[in-house]
């Protein structure tokens, strides 16, 4: 699976979009772009996922650029709960052929 | 909204002691995953199943770990005996084999070990 880079922080005002930028330049042809989250104390939730088309779903967007190398999730309207740490992942064929394997990810402060 | 459910949420027990894990997938989910969370190693993959058959253990522990699944709607993670290394937090995942789809979690057992 292609390796991901993400910023080790960010913050944000609440009620303002959070943009989080992922790099994944090794990507391959089949691999998928997923983004996860993390609250303190509570499993790893599913936020979003695509393969070429940018995605929209009630939590959140994500835009993958046309050469696949990078993407952005991107969260409309940033509330406090939305702080947590998020994680960019890159898998072949999708997460449930296989392990998730979580990076470092970027720690989101949403401040009021 | 269907959820993953883990129990118990809390485990706190003696060194030497049977520790067993339950985990409830999403209904129609086949795909079942172990994670193990620590602050030294983050998420680690310990078992999958899928259809019930274990695919993939090898990033468990075989002398102590035992991963099953007795049917669709439960599998269990057992340790025995349980050592105060395997303080962690235990995830149980589920998703349905198919293209694409993603990984739900539970929210865990967080399992002490005296």
């Known amino acids: 699976d292609a390796k991901t880079t993400q910023p080790p922080s960010m913050d944000c005002a609440e009620g303002r979009a959070a943009n989080l930028p992922c790099n994944h330049s090794t990507i391959s042809g089949n691999e998928y772009v997923y983004w996860y989250r993390q609250i303190h104390s509570q499993g790893p939730q599913y936020i979003i996922h695509?393969?070429?088309n940018n995605e929209t779903n009630e939590m959140a967007s994500l835009i993958i650029t046309e050469d696949r190398k990078s993407s952005t999730l991107i969260l409309p309207h940033a509330t406090l709960r939305d702080t947590a740490v998020y994680y960019c992942?890159?898998?072949?064929?999708?997460?449930?052929?296989?392990?998730?394997?979580f990076g470092q990810g970027t720690i989101l402060t949403v401040h009021p | 909204d269907a959820r993953v459910t883990q129990t118990p949420r809390h485990k706190v027990t003696e060194m030497g002691q049977e520790v067993t894990m339950r985990c409830q997938p999403i209904?129609?989910?086949?795909?079942v995953f172990w994670y193990r969370q620590t602050m030294m190693q983050g998420l680690e993959l310990l078992a999958y199943f899928r259809n019930r058959a274990p695919l993939d253990d090898s990033g468990m522990p075989k002398d102590r770990f035992s991963a099953e699944m007795p049917d669709a709607t439960l599998a269990t993670l057992k340790i025995q005996p349980s050592e105060p290394r395997d303080s962690a937090v235990y995830f149980c995942a589920s998703a349905l084999r198919q293209g694409g789809q993603p990984q739900h979690f539970g929210d865990g057992t967080r399992l002490s070990i005296l």
């Open positions: 695509g393969l070429k």
């Open positions: 992942i890159v898998i072949l064929g999708g997460t449930s052929y296989g392990k998730l394997t």
């Open positions: 209904l129609g989910h086949n795909t």
